[in-house]
């Protein structure tokens, strides 16, 4: 372990479960915060152990998953710089409801929960912004089951590929942050389904090539999105993104027969 950098704190300070704190209450909130270095595959806690620290990623990508009863992963979230981790459970003095390992190497800020408890007893916006943090994860919690709920294995793809792409319109290449397995498993689908979505999307400009994805033209993937879901990333018309609904036929009245 080792102390914050500036930088490391500049990070923090941008997460959204800080955004609401002055810079006083922050630097007490984060003055005995440590710093841990993750190799790949490095466990940073276990599903059911005493919540002792919440953690901010720094750099890095981090898989949250729980393990099955017939012991299989099952993904719950990949997260990656400027996200929190496990403030919840920290102020309930909890245990963690899923296991945290790096993907990457990664850099992850640690915070003591008694600490943080210490905190929120003596400045009760601490406890506000956590609150306010774990709402907001609650919220991308039920996005995601939408997500799986309501889109197809296309439409999950595309909007995961989108996330990661640095514009909107026009050619792009999109490096993939993890392996294709664990996207899989993100997007809740099995690995030869995945195989299946990247086969099909090549008939739009979507070419796969190992850890690179090339698109011929971003908004030609956009439009595989359901409107209300991709509208706020992607500034494509709607009118160009979903059909509209054809218009509704006149209707002629009957001819009345004429009696004799």
Not at 25 to 40: E, H, K, M, T
Not at 96 to 118: G, K, L, Q
Request: charged share 20%.
């Amino acid at each position: 372990m080792m102390a914050p950098t500036p930088v490391d704190l500049e990070i923090a300070a941008e997460i959204p479960v800080f955004s609401g704190l002055d810079p006083q209450a922050l630097a007490v909130l984060l003055g005995p915060a440590s710093i841990f270095n993750l190799r790949p595959g490095h466990t940073l806690f276990r599903q059911g152990e005493p919540a002792q620290a919440f953690f901010v990623v720094l750099d890095g990508w981090i898989k949250l998953y729980r393990v099955t009863p017939a012991g299989d992963e099952a993904v719950l979230n990949v997260v990656t710089r400027g996200e929190s981790l496990a403030e919840a459970v920290t102020f309930t003095s909890g245990r963690y409801p899923a296991t945290a390992s790096a993907v990457t190497s990664a850099r992850v800020m640690v915070i003591p929960a008694d600490h943080v408890i210490a905190c929120i007893r003596q400045m009760p916006d601490v406890a506000i912004a956590m609150i306010a943090s774990t709402s907001q994860h609650l919220h991308r919690m039920v996005q995601q089951i939408e997500q799986l709920m309501a889109q197809s294995a296309t439409q999950r793809v595309a909007e995961f590929l989108a996330s990661l792409a640095p514009r909107t319109k026009g050619p792009c290449t999109i490096t993939l942050p993890y392996d294709k397995s664990l996207i899989a498993g993100r997007l809740g689908l099995k690995p030869e389904s995945l195989s299946r979505v990247f086969a099909k999307l090549r008939t739009v400009g979507v070419d796969v090539r190992a850890s690179n994805v090339v698109v011929r033209d971003m908004a030609q993937l956009c439009k595989l999105v359901a409107c209300d879901r991709i509208s706020a990333r992607c500034p494509v018309k709607p009118r160009m993104m979903c059909a509209q609904p054809p218009a509704p036929r006149a209707i002629r009245p009957e001819a009345k027969s004429v009696p004799a």
